[in-house]
Nanobody, 121 residues
Framework: QVQLVESGGDLVQPGGSLRLSCAAS????????MSWVRQAPGQRLEWVAG????????GYTDSVRGRFTISRNNAENTLYLQMNNLRIQDTAVYYC??????????????RGQGTQVTILS
């Protein structure tokens, strides 16, 4: 059974930083691409960043490129999202999402329960 447990969400001031983590279990983590997606109040799910199975390739939505960094530790079955220079528009629930095998972060399969990130206005 796939389990994805996010942590690290918090309340921060604009310009601040946060590091989100996602502990994965129930599947061979290193065989799958992973993504972070987010959902702001009243909005649809939005893909934020993706990473290939071995971590060699990453991708970002335009609004976070240069500010966010996705990474993974396959030995520890953990996905990360380092978020710097946070903006009010980054306020959302952030979800860790299992992708397809290899490089397929465009596939969204199971996701965790989410962690709330709130940028104070």
């Amino acid at each position: 059974q796939v389990q994805l447990v996010e942590s690290g969400g918090d309340l921060v001031q604009p310009g601040g930083s946060l590091r989100l983590s996602c502990a994965a279990s129930g599947f061979t983590f290193g065989d799958y691409a992973m993504s972070w997606v987010r959902q702001a109040p009243g909005q649809r799910l939005e893909w934020v960043a993706g990473i290939q199975d071995l971590g060699r390739g990453t991708g970002y939505t335009d609004s976070v490129r240069g500010r966010f960094t996705i990474s993974r530790n396959n030995a520890e079955n953990t996905l990360y999202l380092q978020m710097n220079n946070l903006r009010i528009q980054d306020t959302a629930v952030y979800y860790c999402t299992k992708g397809g095998r290899g490089y397929r972060w465009d596939e969204w399969h199971e996701r965790g329960q989410g962690t709330q990130v709130t940028i104070l206005s």
